[in-house]
């Protein structure tokens, strides 16, 4: 606008010819516009401060879940394992068992033949003693007649 003076207008930066009135008024305007910008700056603070609480409230329930998954992973793989090792154990006691049930088999089968041959041999030495015996005794007279052609 007009200064009061009838002299230049009263706008834009200070000037050493503007009237003290003029000087109060750009003074003025520049205070309001200095917090007018400072008023912008807070709210942009603010906004910013906001949205950095939402990023650490999203952040910590992130967190929160995933470490939670990870806690019931763990603990699953946890179970999982003392299952399986269980299995194994349970699978390694019967094969021990199968095992030791094989080789008792096999034990008792090696003697039972032992046994068998055993047997045999003293069949075999009392059927050889019984042909030195029978060999050595004289048979019932036979037919009456000529002696056939084997005979002595």
């Given at each position: 606008?007009?200064?009061?003076?009838?002299?230049?207008?009263?706008?834009?930066?200070?000037?050493?010819?503007?009237?003290?009135?003029?000087?109060?008024?750009?003074?003025?305007?520049?205070?309001?516009?200095?917090?007018?910008?400072?008023?912008?700056?807070?709210?942009?603070?603010?906004?910013?401060?906001?949205?950095?609480?939402?990023?650490?409230?999203?952040?910590?329930?992130?967190?929160?879940?995933?470490?939670?998954?990870?806690?019931?992973?763990?603990?699953?793989?946890?179970?999982?394992?003392?299952?399986?090792?269980?299995?194994?154990?349970?699978?390694?006691?019967?094969?021990?068992?199968?095992?030791?049930?094989?080789?008792?088999?096999?034990?008792k089968f090696a003697m039972r033949e032992a046994k068998d041959m055993a047997q045999v041999s003293q069949r075999i030495s009392r059927m050889e003693q019984q042909a030195k015996i029978i060999?050595?005794?004289?048979?019932?007279?036979?037919?009456?007649?000529?002696?056939?052609?084997?005979?002595?």
């Open positions: 606008g007009e200064s009061l003076a009838g002299g230049p207008p009263c706008a834009g930066p200070v000037r050493h010819m503007d009237s003290a009135e003029c000087v109060a008024k750009k003074a003025m305007a520049q205070a309001m516009q200095a917090e007018h910008d400072a008023q912008a700056v807070d709210e942009g603070i603010g906004r910013h401060s906001k949205d950095n609480t939402k990023f650490d409230r999203w952040e910590d329930k992130t967190h929160s879940a995933l470490s939670s998954e990870m806690h019931d992973g763990f603990s699953q793989l946890k179970k999982m394992l003392r299952r399986n090792g269980r299995r194994v154990n349970s699978q390694d006691r019967q094969i021990m068992v199968g095992d030791a049930t094989a080789v008792d088999k096999a034990s060999s050595m005794m004289k048979g019932p007279a036979g037919p009456a007649g000529p002696r056939g052609p084997r005979g002595q």
